[in-house]
Structure formats: structure tokens, C-alpha cells
């Protein structure tokens, strides 16, 4: 399974904005789907926001669409989660998944993911 390390998550006021990033080793990263998760207390994990290998394939939840964006590196074998017009309902702990089963779809189920990281808290207060 490929290793996984979030950063960058942290406090923030309602209406800025944050960038996750995840470095990945292990494993060959370029040929992975990756995702981001997210969970609140009391929450389900839920899906944010995945990208295809390729970068040029990307799916969102509808509640981040035109707010987040998220983006890859497979150079620097990183995968990053801009979040812009950040709302209270965004602070949860978000982690980064990784699909290692070279699935040509981008799925927005958390169980067809297969390694994850330990999260990173964002905190958006009003």
C-alpha cells in the first residue's frame, strides 16, 4: 500500500482560503485515482473531491464544486486540495485516499479506496 501524509490544514476564517497537500511513497503513485475525504464529528466520512491518474479527469461533491479544486503533481508524487470560500460546514478532519486499483472511473466511494492517510483538521469559524 502507498504511504500517505497530509499538510497544511489549520484554522481559518469563513470566506478565506487553504491548501491541502498529500505526498505519497511507496507505491506508483501516477497510476493511482486519488481522493480527498472529509469528516466532521458525529459525521461520515464523505467525498470531496477525486482526480485520474492523468490529471485530466476530475469529480467533486456538489457542496465544494466551484469553491475547491483539486489538482496532482506525479513528479512530486503530491496531490493537493485548494479550498477557496471556505464555510463553517467545511471544518472537518479531511484525509487523502489512494485507489490502487488502476479503476479507469473516478469513484466517490470511500470504500473503493484502499490507503489513506492520517488527516488534517481545517477549522473554518464564522
Known amino acids: 500500500q502507498v504511504s500517505l501524509v497530509e499538510s497544511g490544514g489549520g484554522p481559518v476564517q469563513a470566506g478565506g482560503s487553504l491548501r491541502l497537500s498529500c505526498a505519497a511513497s511507496?507505491?506508483?503513485?501516477?497510476?493511482?485515482?486519488m481522493g480527498w475525504f472529509r469528516q466532521a464529528p458525529g459525521n461520515e466520512r464523505e467525498f470531496v473531491a477525486a482526480?485520474?491518474?492523468?490529471?485530466?479527469?476530475?469529480r467533486y461533491a456538489d457542496s465544494v464544486k466551484g469553491r475547491f479544486t483539486i489538482s496532482r503533481d506525479n513528479v512530486k508524487n503530491t496531490v493537493y486540495l485548494k479550498m477557496n470560500s471556505l464555510k463553517t460546514e467545511d471544518s472537518a478532519v479531511y484525509y487523502c485516499?489512494?485507489?490502487?486499483?488502476?479503476?479507469?472511473?473516478?469513484?466517490?466511494?470511500?470504500?473503493?479506496?484502499?490507503?489513506w492517510g492520517r488527516g488534517s483538521q481545517v477549522t473554518v469559524s464564522s
Open positions: 485516499e489512494a485507489d490502487e486499483n488502476l479503476r479507469r472511473s473516478i469513484s466517490n466511494n470511500d470504500a473503493d479506496y484502499d490507503s
Open positions: 482526480i485520474g491518474w492523468s490529471a485530466s479527469s476530475t
Open positions: 511507496g507505491r506508483t503513485f501516477s497510476t493511482f485515482v
